[in-house]
C-alpha cells in the first residue's frame, strides 16, 4: 500500500519547511492557504503576539453547516543534538524497519496528516457529505498548545460550531479516546542571603524550595497509592515529577534564590487545578516564617503549560466514524498529550487518530512508512464520501 503521488509529495513539502516550535512556521502557512486559495478557498488565519506564527482554519463546503475539523500542529521539536543518518528535512522516501518510509522531523508528529488532509481538499470541496470538513493547522502545540487555544476563541468568536474533530497525531490510524492532561509549573523561592555561619538571620531558599519539592513528592506518592485507577494507561494513575531545579552560588553563603520546575500528568478522571492549588497552599503556609526574617521573602509560581486531559467515548459519533473509516474495532488509550482535550471542552466531540507511531515522534530518523500514509489517505477519501455523523 501507498499513497498517491499527490499526498506523499505535499507531506514531503511540508517536511522540507523548518517549524521547529521557536522558528516562524509562516512560510507553510502561507503555503497552504496559496494551495486553498487556488482551489477558492478562503482562510482564516489566527496570528501569535508578535505575528511571527499563525494557526489557520478553512472551510471545505462553504454553506454547508460546520462539520467535521481535520486538526493537526504545524510546529516540530528540535533535532539539536541528535543523531540523524538522513537530513531531517530531507523528506527522503528510504527502506526502514517498516517498509518505504519518508524521514524526516515531522513526518510522524505530524506533518503527513496535515499533506494529505490538503492533498484530499478538492474531494472534501466536491463531496456530498451534509456537512462541511474544516481543516485547523495550529502552532506551538509542541511546547504548550498555545497556538490553538487561539484558533478556538476565534472559532467562538465568529460563530462556528462544528460537530467534531479528528486529532490527527501519530496512533497508527487507531482511534483514541483519552489521554492524561500536562500541566506545568515553575516555583521561584526567594529567602535572604546570608553568610553561613548566621544562618538565623537568613532565609534558605534552597530548604525551602525543597519542602515544597517534598511536598510534590508526597502527592506523587498518594497518587500512587489511593487514586482510583484508570485502566489502559501504561502508568494508570496520575503521576508529578520535578524536571529542573537550579539554586545556591557558594558552599558558604546562604542562597537568596532557588527554582524548581515540575509537572502534573492528571488522569482524565483527576483535576490537575487542584494538584497545584494544593501545592500553593503548601507554600503558603511556609511563608509567614520566611517574611518573620526577611519581608521580601516569599515563593512565587508560574504556569508553563496547561493542555488538558481528553476524555472522548466510545459511542461518539466521530469515534464510531472513525473506527468505520479506519476498519478498527477497538478504541486506544495514548500517552502523550495533544489538542483533543481543548477542543472537546470547546463542545466538540473530539478522537484522536492519525498515520504513524509515536516511539517515531520526537526521535532522530523520524519516519511515517508509506502504508500508514495510504491507510490515512483512504481514511480521508472515506470521509469525503461520508454522509451522515450519528
Ligand atoms: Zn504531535
Known amino acids: 500500500m501507498t499513497p498517491s503521488a499527490h499526498a506523499l509529495e505535499l507531506a514531503q513539502t511540508l517536511v522540507r519547511m523548518n517549524t521547529v516550535s521557536h522558528h516562524s512556521n509562516l512560510e507553510l502557512i502561507h503555503f497552504i492557504r ?29 454553506g454547508k453547516p460546520a462539520g467535521v475539523i481535520l486538526s493537526g500542529h504545524t510546529d516540530t521539536v528540535p533535532w539539536d543534538g541528535q543523531d540523524w543518518s538522513v537530513d531531517p528535512l530531507g523528506a527522503v522516501v528510504q527502506d526502514g524497519p517498516e517498509g518505504a518510509s519518508l524521514y ?33 493547522f495550529s502552532y506551538e502545540e509542541e511546547i504548550g498548545c498555545f497556538g490553538v487555544k487561539e484558533l478556538i476563541a476565534d472559532l467562538r468568536d465568529a460563530g462556528i460550531r462544528p460537530l467534531a474533530c479528528i486529532v490527527g497525531e501519530p496512533t497508527r490510524m487507531v482511534p483514541a479516546i483519552a489521554h492524561k492532561g ?27 524550595a525543597a519542602r515544597v519539592v517534598g511536598r510534590v513528592r508526597d502527592m506523587a506518592e498518594g497518587f500512587e497509592r489511593n487514586e482510583p485507577r484508570f485502566e489502559g494507561f501504561d502508568v494508570p494513575f496520575s503521576t508529578a515529577s520535578v524536571g529542573q531545579f537550579h ?50 521573602a516569599g515563593i512565587a509560581f508560574e504556569t508553563i503549560c496547561e493542555i488538558p486531559s481528553f476524555l472522548g467515548s466510545q459511542d461518539d459519533p466521530v469515534t464510531r466514524l472513525a473506527q468505520e ?48 500514509l495510504a491507510r490515512c489517505e483512504a481514511f480521508m477519501q472515506g470521509l469525503a464520501r461520508t454522509s451522515t455523523l450519528a
Open 34 to 62: 496559496d494551495h486553498l486559495a487556488r482551489l477558492g478557498v478562503t482562510s482564516r488565519l489566527t496570528f501569535n503576539a508578535d505575528k511571527t506564527k499563525a494557526n489557520l482554519f478553512a472551510t471545505l463546503g462553504e
Open 104 to 136: 524526516g522531523r515531522g513526518s510522524a508528529d505530524m506533518k503527513s496528516f496535515i499533506g494529505i488532509a490538503l492533498s484530499q481538499a478538492e474531494h472534501f470541496l466536491n463531496s456530498n457529505a451534509p456537512f462541511a470538513i474544516h481543516l485547523a
Open 182 to 208: 500536562v500541566y506545568r509549573y515553575r516555583c521561584c523561592v526567594r529567602g535572604k542571603e546570608a553568610h553561613s555561619s548566621l544562618t538565623p538571620h537568613s532565609v534558605n531558599a534552597i530548604e525551602m
Open 247 to 296: 539554586g545556591g552560588i557558594a558552599d558558604n553563603v546562604v542562597p537568596r534564590d532557588a527554582e524548581f520546575r515540575y509537572e502534573f500528568r492528571d488522569l482524565p478522571t483527576a483535576n490537575a487545578a487542584q494538584m497545584q492549588a494544593e501545592v500553593v497552599a503548601y507554600a503558603r503556609s511556609l511563608e509567614p516564617a520566611m517574611k518573620k526574617v526577611a519581608p521580601t
Open 325 to 372: 473509516l479506519t476498519g478498527e474495532k477497538g478504541t486506544a488509550l495514548v500517552a502523550f498529550g495533544t489538542e483533543a482535550g481543548l477542543f472537546k471542552n470547546a463542545g466538540i466531540s473530539t478522537v484522536v487518530c492519525g498515520p504513524g507511531s509515536i516511539q517515531q515522534a520526537h526521535q532522530p530518523d523520524e519516519y511515517v512508512s508509506l502504508a500508514q
